[in-house]
């Protein structure tokens, strides 16, 4: 892993100058891959007429590259032993000017061979276009494990290819009749999900069960052998991929676009999940692979892979103990549910009876130090789920924060009862006992989703004692109400809801009588349990907090999106002050989002430009896939420059171009000839 941060980039800049604007079509742009016709037929290269030099080694070993897209620019490689002993390979050829001679001048690189040795070709210029090629070898610790990070410059842009231990090398024949060929800077990038490629079926999958999908991602070379991977499957011009289940009808149209979460990777692969929603209906669906490819190997582009999935209880109403608790206690009071709905379409019913509002909720687990790595200081507002108890490989028993923003109830509200309702997941590793509980205490300090932690509430302000723990300090000593999860999960039980009642306190925070800053989730007894989160995609199944009440005002579903996230607000300001639209789509869970958040995006310069020419918002893809597709968005991070019609797309600057302060601010005071980046 020694060479990973410098082969890992990917550094595409393909120019998109001089292109005038364009609105986006319902595809966003995308090509559409549902097949794959195999690897590339390179039988037109030539395998023999070259001029070589005095080899020193017995077996010197032979490799092709076809630069560019087309057939003029082939570089043969050789690697040779420069004192013929048969200790180690220390000397490569590389026909730079392509003509077919490995014996002239500045052509032969030799370099020790100690670990972390570099071999260079510097600039190599096509035959037949403009475009120059350089390619870098650095030396591991076995004769034939190199790593290779390859950039490509010129007005089409650049890209590198990281190869790290455990992945495919660099494949080498010592017969140049047989010798491998690959392409670098044109081909088609391939991506293959659970090892299938494009239109082959994932299987079948069940609602309520978590999907996986894991993607490998490379450029083919002359057979299915030759794969250069793509680091973390980040083909040119792109960051992480984004994994979608296409819902379609029984006719085949779509309908909605689920992203998958999460992001696990290594090398050339990458894996998200996807807890199939209760809303999906059975039959027959679409996982979708999304990747911003530069345009110089053709733009967006969609992966397209069958998989049916499997839902006796499609369209069956939930049952919730918390809307029968308050009935029960109070038959004649109007119950409604607060839950996070951060777009359009996720405050839909779970039950006929049940009444949704949109609320400003937040929750997040804290965890402590772990067998693995210390997430102390790591904060997981973002993540679809929740953590109870002690969980595999973890040192502390984790607990989760958890909070309703009440502003939206009447002032006059009259509250005969409150139950907070979260729902189990049922999950690898987990599981209670018996005595297992969840207790519910009130939260004393002010916290913040995207920044508290183990150790902290928020930037600058501490935790009495670590996990909220400080009695009288952090939380309240005795828990305003609790609940029993034993023997979780049951004999095939997906799920569970878990109610717990939370009247009294509730009461507290509408009359003032204390500060509403949530509750503290903790579990007591055998095990550990997860449950889903305010990001999690089956919308029913994320908290919510059910009110009884009697009298006042009806309840208003508030603004659901955080501040600078509220896409609609944008979009009518635009239209009414004329000025363009600069959206930036992230993900809670996507590293470089942080880093360019941190970063560029809070850089003072790029804050003023932003400012001053721009309606700017920042909108979570999860939210908003469908709004990504039409625009042509296919990885986070990208900022998408928009006429003020909210429409007409000008630029997609993608992760490359934002990691960088200087590029984002030459692109938005000249978006029409913005590069596009990866």
């Given at each position: 892993?020694?060479?990973?941060?410098?082969?890992?980039?990917?550094?595409?800049?393909?120019?998109?100058?001089?292109?005038?604007?364009?609105?986006?079509?319902?595809?966003?742009?995308?090509?559409?891959?549902?097949?794959?016709?195999?690897?590339?037929?390179?039988?037109?290269?030539?395998?023999?007429?070259?001029?070589?030099?005095?080899?020193?080694?017995?077996?010197?070993?032979?490799?092709?590259?076809?630069?560019?897209?087309?057939?003029?620019?082939?570089?043969?490689?050789?690697?040779?032993?420069?004192?013929?002993?048969?200790?180690?390979?220390?000397?490569?050829?590389?026909?730079?000017?392509?003509?077919?001679?490995?014996?002239?001048?500045?052509?032969?690189?030799?370099?020790?061979?100690?670990?972390?040795?570099?071999?260079?070709?510097?600039?190599?210029?096509?035959?037949?276009?403009?475009?120059?090629?350089?390619?870098?070898?650095?030396?591991?610790?076995?004769?034939?494990?190199?790593?290779?990070?390859?950039?490509?410059?010129?007005?089409?842009?650049?890209?590198?290819?990281?190869?790290?231990?455990?992945?495919?090398?660099?494949?080498?024949?010592?017969?140049?009749?047989?010798?491998?060929?690959?392409?670098?800077?044109?081909?088609?990038?391939?991506?293959?999900?659970?090892?299938?490629?494009?239109?082959?079926?994932?299987?079948?999958?069940?609602?309520?069960?978590?999907?996986?999908?894991?993607?490998?991602?490379?450029?083919?070379?002359?057979?299915?052998?030759?794969?250069?991977?793509?680091?973390?499957?980040?083909?040119?011009?792109?960051?992480?991929?984004?994994?979608?289940?296409?819902?379609?009808?029984?006719?085949?149209?779509?309908?909605?676009?689920?992203?998958?979460?999460?992001?696990?990777?290594?090398?050339?692969?990458?894996?998200?999940?996807?807890?199939?929603?209760?809303?999906?209906?059975?039959?027959?669906?679409?996982?979708?692979?999304?990747?911003?490819?530069?345009?110089?190997?053709?733009?967006?582009?969609?992966?397209?892979?069958?998989?049916?999935?499997?839902?006796?209880?499609?369209?069956?109403?939930?049952?919730?103990?918390?809307?029968?608790?308050?009935?029960?206690?109070?038959?004649?009071?109007?119950?409604?549910?607060?839950?996070?709905?951060?777009?359009?379409?996720?405050?839909?019913?779970?039950?006929?009876?049940?009444?949704?509002?949109?609320?400003?909720?937040?929750?997040?687990?804290?965890?402590?130090?772990?067998?693995?790595?210390?997430?102390?200081?790591?904060?997981q507002g973002g993540e679809p789920f929740n953590g109870l108890g002690t969980q595999i490989h973890h040192h502390n028993d984790s607990r989760t924060l958890l909070k309703f923003d009440l502003s939206a109830l009447p002032k006059d509200a009259k509250i005969a009862g409150a139950q907070l309702r979260i729902t189990l997941s049922n999950q690898p590793f987990t599981g209670t006992k018996a005595d297992a509980k969840v207790q519910a205490f009130a939260v004393l300090k002010e916290w913040i989703e995207s920044e508290s932690c183990w150790t902290a509430?928020?930037?600058?302000?501490?935790?009495?004692?670590p996990g909220c723990d400080g009695a009288g300090a952090d939380r309240a000593a005795e828990p305003a109400g609790s609940a029993d999860i034993a023997n979780f999960p049951g004999k095939d039980e997906r799920y569970r809801f878990v109610a717990i009642d939370l009247s009294d306190l509730v009461k507290q925070w509408v009359s003032g009588q204390q500060a509403n800053h949530g509750v503290l989730l903790k579990f007591a007894g055998s095990g550990c349990v997860t449950f889903y989160s305010n990001e999690f995609q089956d919308y029913p199944f994320r908290?919510?907090?059910?009110?009884?009440?009697?009298?006042?005002?009806?309840?208003?579903?508030?603004?659901?999106?955080?501040?600078?996230?509220?896409?609609?607000?944008?979009?009518?300001?635009?239209?009414?002050?004329?000025?363009?639209?600069?959206?930036?789509?992230?993900?809670?869970?996507?590293?470089?989002?942080?880093?360019?958040?941190?970063?560029?995006?809070?850089?003072?310069?790029?804050?003023?430009?932003?400012?001053?020419?721009?309606?700017?918002?920042?909108?979570?893809?999860?939210?908003?896939?469908?709004?990504?597709?039409?625009?042509?968005?296919?990885?986070?991070?990208?900022?998408?420059?928009?006429?003020?019609?909210?429409?007409?797309?000008?630029?997609?600057?993608?992760?490359?171009?934002?990691?960088?302060?200087?590029?984002?601010?030459?692109?938005?005071?000249?978006?029409?000839?913005?590069?596009?980046?990866?």
């Amino acid at each position: 892993m020694r060479y990973a941060c410098i082969l890992a980039t990917i550094a595409t800049a393909a120019l998109i100058g001089g292109k005038a604007a364009h609105a986006a079509d319902s595809k966003g742009g995308m090509k559409q891959i549902a097949s794959y016709a195999g690897p590339e037929d390179f039988s037109w290269v030539k395998r023999d007429g070259y001029t070589l030099p005095a080899f020193k080694s017995e077996k010197p070993r032979f490799t092709l590259w076809a630069l560019g897209d087309g057939r003029k620019s082939v570089m043969l490689m050789a690697w040779d032993e420069s004192q013929g002993t048969g200790k180690g390979y220390d000397t490569f050829y590389f026909d730079k000017n392509l003509n077919a001679d490995l014996t002239e001048a500045g052509e032969r690189f030799s370099a020790a061979l100690n670990e972390g040795a570099t071999f260079e070709t510097g600039a190599v210029k096509e035959a037949d276009g403009a475009r120059t090629f350089s390619i870098k070898y650095v030396r591991e610790k076995d004769n034939f494990g190199w790593q290779s990070g390859f950039s490509m410059g010129g007005p089409n842009g650049g890209y590198g290819v990281g190869l790290l231990p455990g992945n495919l090398k660099i494949r080498w024949t010592e017969d140049l009749k047989t010798a491998p060929v690959y392409r670098l800077g044109g081909g088609e990038p391939m991506v293959f999900a659970n090892g299938k490629k494009p239109g082959e079926a994932l299987g079948k999958w069940a609602s309520g069960a978590m999907a996986g999908v894991h993607l490998d991602t490379f450029i083919c070379g002359s057979d299915l052998q030759n794969q250069l991977k793509f680091y973390h499957s980040q083909v040119p011009g792109a960051g992480d991929p984004k994994i979608m289940l296409r819902v379609q009808d029984a006719k085949g149209a779509a309908l909605e676009d689920i992203p998958f979460a999460g992001g696990c990777g290594c090398a050339g692969s990458f894996g998200q999940e996807l807890l199939v929603p209760s809303r999906v209906p059975p039959g027959k669906h679409t996982v979708a692979v999304r990747v911003n490819r530069a345009e110089y190997m053709g733009g967006a582009a969609e992966y397209l892979f069958p998989v049916e999935i499997e839902n006796p209880d499609f369209g069956k109403p939930l049952v919730d103990p918390a809307y029968q608790a308050l009935k029960a206690k109070a038959p004649s009071a109007k119950i409604v549910s607060l839950r996070r709905a951060s777009a359009p379409g996720q405050d839909g019913k779970g039950y006929p009876e049940e009444a949704v509002v949109g609320a400003q909720a937040a929750d997040d687990t804290l965890y402590g130090n772990t067998r693995d790595w210390n997430m102390s200081n790591v904060n997981q507002g973002g993540e679809p789920f929740n953590g109870l108890g002690t969980q595999i490989h973890h040192h502390n028993d984790s607990r989760t924060l958890l909070k309703f923003d009440l502003s939206a109830l009447p002032k006059d509200a009259k509250i005969a009862g409150a139950q907070l309702r979260i729902t189990l997941s049922n999950q690898p590793f987990t599981g209670t006992k018996a005595d297992a509980k969840v207790q519910a205490f009130a939260v004393l300090k002010e916290w913040i989703e995207s920044e508290s932690c183990w150790t902290a509430a928020k930037k600058g302000v501490s935790w009495g004692a670590p996990g909220c723990d400080g009695a009288g300090a952090d939380r309240a000593a005795e828990p305003a109400g609790s609940a029993d999860i034993a023997n979780f999960p049951g004999k095939d039980e997906r799920y569970r809801f878990v109610a717990i009642d939370l009247s009294d306190l509730v009461k507290q925070w509408v009359s003032g009588q204390q500060a509403n800053h949530g509750v503290l989730l903790k579990f007591a007894g055998s095990g550990c349990v997860t449950f889903y989160s305010n990001e999690f995609q089956d919308y029913p199944f994320r908290p919510e907090l059910l009110l009884a009440l009697d009298g006042g005002g009806s309840v208003q579903s508030a603004t659901a999106a955080p501040a600078g996230e509220d896409l609609e607000a944008a979009l009518a300001a635009a239209k009414k002050s004329g000025r363009p639209l600069a959206v930036k789509f992230y993900s809670p869970t996507c590293g470089v989002c942080k880093a360019v958040e941190r970063g560029t995006f809070s850089d003072a310069d790029v804050k003023k430009a932003l400012g001053e020419k721009y309606q700017y918002v920042s909108v979570k893809i999860e939210d908003r896939a469908q709004l990504a597709q039409d625009l042509g968005v296919g990885s986070v991070p990208a900022l998408v420059i928009l006429q003020a019609d909210g429409k007409t797309r000008t630029a997609i600057l993608g992760s490359d171009v934002l990691k960088e302060k200087e590029k984002v601010l030459k692109a938005l005071a000249d978006p029409v000839h913005a590069p596009s980046g990866g």
